[in-house]
DNA sequence: AACAAGAGCAACCGCACCCTA
DNA sequence: GTAGGGTGCGGTTGCTCTTGT
């Protein structure tokens, strides 16, 4: 059955809005306020608009406090951080800036900021050959790694030295430290958007699957000995493969998700095209792609960097800096491993991204 | 000057969720 | 438990303005 219409199409106004319908509702609602009730408003207000229409008048021009004009360079900062990690809620990356709207935030992404983040992958040697991404999820990491690293010109593999601060992210994490440089500052931005979002309950967004899911969308770690993953809320105990392996003398920890964990959060509308699995591997049937942060199964035995995963439902908001350096030096030297450097193969991920 | 193409942005549409009866 | 109304959100459309030829 379908539903029934909110309004009387027919003898409702669309279009633009005159300054005297925008004065008529301003009047209004500075008198009455919304009541509540968008759909009854128009009428009371004398107003021959949907209350649809009007809603989406008063929020995005009329309301006090409204910022237009153009964005400055925090703010652009601050989308691509937050795009990068959670994508297009802009609702959420709204919530993050006072004054603009979610239109407005989404208006400004589509026209003007991806195309900048466009020509900067035009001008980049390394990826300018990149196959245009359908998802914007894809894109989204992609561009987060672009702003972070636009200065390396390896064609094939991207360094990332985290010596001066010896912590370790993705690239989409790091998108956000480059905003801050503290990860102290990351914890601060993170909180803010949870407790945005979380309503005091359970976060809606976790920061470990921001960090995954903007792995997961296009990055694979390099297979090099020397290359070191941390990853924050490892669910250890359920360390398994699909052939039953947990390979832990290789030092490598299994996150070991559970892909129906990331379904649920899915269906929740919480993660976007996001999949998890102990391997890594494409679902041919499925058409997804999934990523695991390292498990020894058949499909990638020679796959050894060093991955450690902290705690079950850890975030990085569980930890303080000086502990995390701890972690790293602890478990980086039972392992011998050189932690010096993030290795993201970007041409292996080129090939291995399915499209969905 | 006239026209076409592109860019920018306000507004619309439809879906999903929440709440209530 | 469920149907229906209200609301919020994200994707898309289409109008207007700008720029290029």
Known sequence: MGRAPCCDKANVKKGPWSP????????????QGTGGNWISLPQKAGLKRCGKSCRLRWLN?????????????????IICGLFANIGSRWSIIAAQLPGRTDNDIKNYWNTKL???????VNNNSSISHQRKLPHQHHQAASFSSLLLHQTSTSPSTASYN???TNY??????????????????????????????????????????????????NYQVNKDSSSTVLM????????????????????????????????????MGNLQNCFYSNNNRVDEENQ??????????HQQQDYKPNIITWGDDQTPLDYGLEEIKQLISSTTSTTSNNCNNFLFDENKTEEKVMYY
């Open 20 to 31: 005297e319908e925008d004065a008529k509702l301003k009047e209004y609602i500075d008198k």
């Open 61 to 77: 021009y009329l309301r006090p406090n409204i910022k237009h004009g153009e964005f400055s360079d925090d703010e652009d900062r």
């Open 114 to 120: 991806k195309k900048k983040l466009m020509g900067m």
């Open 162 to 164: 985290c010596s001066s």
């Open 168 to 217: 370790y992210y993705t690239p989409a994490a790091r998108s956000v430290l480059t905003t801050n440089n503290d990860l102290l500052e990351l914890n601060s931005s993170f909180s803010s958007l949870l407790s945005s979002v979380g309503g005091g309950g359970v976060p809606i967004l976790q920061p470990q699957e921001c960090f995954l899911g903007s792995m997961q969308n």
């Open 232 to 267: 924050f809320g490892g669910d250890q105990a359920s360390c398994s493969s699909s052939d039953g392996s947990c390979n832990n003398n290789n030092q490598i920890v299994s996150h070991g998700k559970e892909l129906d964990q990331y379904h649920d959060y899915r269906q």
């Open 288 to 297: 997804k792609f999934m990523i695991s942060t390292g498990c020894s199964d």
